[in-house]
Each structure stands twice: as structure tokens, then as C-alpha cells.
């Protein structure tokens, strides 16, 4: 049985849910060396840092008493 015939009232529903997590976790890692372009997972992943080490941005502050 595969995961995309499974609705969320399936037994099995849970373990093609771990899959997909497991299959996100590894595409976060994954910057698909030698090729031209990113994955969407890893590229929000460099969104991201390049967000919070700006110091420009408001919603990332640092650490709390830090100066």
C-alpha cells in the first residue's frame, strides 16, 4: 500500500506521516550538489538563516541580555 492512497483514518496513516518527516528532514540537509538549483526544504532552510543573522531584522533579536 502506498502513502498517497491513505487517508488520515487509515491505520498506517501515522507511519507515512514519520516517512514524510523523515524524507523533509533529509531534503533540509540536502543542497543537491551538482545540479543548478535547490529543493524547496533546503532552500526556506537558507531563507531562514539569512534571516535571523541579519541585523537588521526585527524579529530576531539574539539572545536575551545581550548587547
Known amino acids: ?25 533529509a531534503n533540509q540537509a540536502n543542497n543537491n550538489k551538482g545540479t543548478s538549483g535547490t529543493n524547496k526544504a533546503y532552500q526556506k ?13 526585527n524579529l530576531y533579536k539574539g539572545k536575551k541580555g545581550a548587547k
Open 1 to 25: 500500500m502506498n502513502c498517497d492512497d491513505l487517508n488520515d483514518e487509515d491505520i498506517f496513516g501515522s507511519a507515512c506521516h514519520t516517512e514524510h518527516l523523515n524524507d523533509h528532514k
Open 45 to 57: 532552510v537558507l531563507d531562514n538563516r539569512s534571516k535571523q543573522l541579519n541585523p537588521n531584522n
